[in-house]
């Protein structure tokens, strides 16, 4: 057994969540916050079987989109804190990690 923790943009939060939903995959779904962005995210919490890794894996490629974006960099980031011009970032697409779970209880 593995659980996959996959943090994911909230506009493609919805389409994931309704994608694992029909494939029958039970998530916990958390709010979380990007640190660089400070944009939301969704983290979801997800218990599977090591045959079914790859399939959560497809779903989750398959329903979390990158897209370029405008931002104004925070002024830790700027030499001079009076010129705030905005730059052209990547976002979207999903962080995932996939570790082993030595013990798995449902009450």
Do not use: C, W, Y
């Not at 919490?45 to 990158?66: N, P, Q, R």
């Amino acid at each position: 057994m593995k659980m996959i923790i996959a943090i994911v943009q909230d506009k493609d939060s919805a389409e994931l969540s309704d994608a694992l939903m029909d494939a029958n995959v039970r998530t916990t779904k958390l709010s979380s916050t990007g640190g660089f962005l400070r944009a939301g995210n969704t983290t979801f919490l997800i218990g599977a079987d090591d045959d079914k890794i790859d399939d959560i894996l497809d779903i989750i490629k398959k329903t979390s989109h990158t897209r370029q974006e405008f931002m104004t960099p925070p002024v830790s980031m700027t030499a001079d804190a009076t010129i705030q011009t905005p730059v052209e970032v990547q976002v979207g697409g999903a962080t995932v990690f996939v570790l082993p779970v030595d013990q798995f209880q449902r009450f």
